[in-house]
């Protein structure tokens, strides 16, 4: 098992940046997956970033140019680096852990959430 925890929401106006972190409670080096999801009122959550334990790193077509999902192994630590915000950004981003724990069995993981706004 593994929790996550987010942080770094708030307010930012558009142009702007923010980073997020999601802490796990276990090496990420022991999680095949993780990544960030965002969901805004009345839509699906959606993809924003995923990274794998291997270094392959995919991004949502609405992002990619902006976006990057840096690690930090030593800090148990991923990060959504967002830059150039624009207010369609705004949403509540949630972290997401994938580890497979035997062949063909996966087990999701997902954390709190947090508030991205971004508006003048």
């Known amino acids: 098992q593994v929790q996550l925890v987010e942080s770094g929401g708030g307010l930012v106006q558009p142009g702007g940046s923010l980073r997020l972190s999601c802490a796990a409670s276990?090496?990420?080096?022991?999680?095949?997956?993780m990544g960030w999801y965002r969901q805004s009122p009345g839509k699906q959550r959606e993809l924003v970033a995923t990274?794998?334990?291997?270094?392959?790193?995919n991004y949502a077509d609405s992002v990619k140019g902006r976006f990057t999902i840096p690690r930090d192994n030593a800090k148990n630590t991923v990060y959504l680096q967002m830059n150039s915000l624009k207010p369609e950004d705004t949403a509540v981003y949630y972290c997401?852990?994938?580890?497979?724990?035997?062949?063909?069995?996966?087990?999701?993981?997902w954390g709190q959430g947090t508030q991205v706004t971004v508006s003048s």
């Open positions: 997401n852990a994938v580890i497979q724990i035997r062949l063909g069995i996966n087990v999701t993981y």
């Open positions: 276990r090496s990420i080096s022991s999680i095949n997956t």
């Open positions: 990274t794998s334990n291997g270094g392959s790193t």
